[in-house]
């Protein structure tokens, strides 16, 4: 099959790569219809996440066909039209009875690939799905980005929303309006929320915050900042961001942060916690939790307006250097096998 797979740092290629096939009773097999481009694929890309196996097939935003199923798998028969988590989940551990999904015991990243030991992604014109029965959920037909949203940005949007405990009223500051800072405006005003802020520096995604019913702000005028909020989505991964949140914040209010942040130490100190009575929360969404939620929510909130690329599986290669240069108002790359 063709796959995009990672070489080296600033070194993806559409290549040749093996069929996956089925190894455990519960996998399944998924002919990938649209694919997606995430800002965490960033991270191996550029470098500031090591470990990843040259050969590795990225991605971990897909939507497909169900065509081969393990003599296991009692939800899916071949035909059968899915949307995937970023990562997969057994439904029956602790971790998933508790709705953390993203720490299952069984779980696996999609795209990732490590000392030989771990699971291929969904750039690409198949992909294994362990755990399929826990994972997957179905979708209607068609390639509606909304549909693929669901998997990973738009759940996490969620997860933030419900991290940072919005509720009818709250005022709320989304920081970073990326593909998952404006999905998680869209969470806070399903939430209730009576008036969100968000920040960023980028015109183009500013333009979609006010779209989605955010008071947009741009992050470098601190006149301009919200003062005094009652949670703040950080939705970056930089020491910056969580600095920012920290001066929109009131006392005792919540940082949410869904970044996944690659630096050593946190940004605020203990002091500074203890001086505004802050909750600190963050971590890998639970996707496959909200998923049936988001997949409503999608649609009816029209999110497939953040789509800037859509190109050819072949162009993935093109597709990387679009988004992580930010070129011609990237948003999201989608990809099509
Ligand atoms: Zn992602
Ligand atoms: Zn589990």
Sequence with gaps: MKAL???GVRDVRVTDAPDPVLREPTDALVRVELAAICGSDLHPFRGHERGLDAGTVLGHEFQGEVIAVGSAVERWRPGDRVVAPFSTSCGQC???????TSRCERGQLFGWVQGGHGLHGGQAELVRVPLADGSLVRIPDGTDPALLFAGD???TGMF???LGEVSPGSTVAVIGCGPVGLMAILAARARGAAQVFALDVLPERLALA???GATAVH???RSARPKGVDAALEAVGSPESTRLAYDVVRAGAVIAA???HTEERFAITPGEVYDKNLTYRAGRAPARRFMEAALDLGRRAGVARIVSHRLPLAEAREGYRIFDERLDRATKVLLEP
């Design 210 to 212: 006010t779209e989605f």
């Design 5 to 7: 797979t990672f070489q």
């Design 153 to 155: 940005i738009l759940s």
């Design 160 to 162: 933030l929303a419900e």
């Design 94 to 100: 602790a971790a998933c009875a508790r709705g953390l």
């Design 219 to 221: 992050a470098a005028d």
């Design 258 to 260: 869904a970044g996944v």
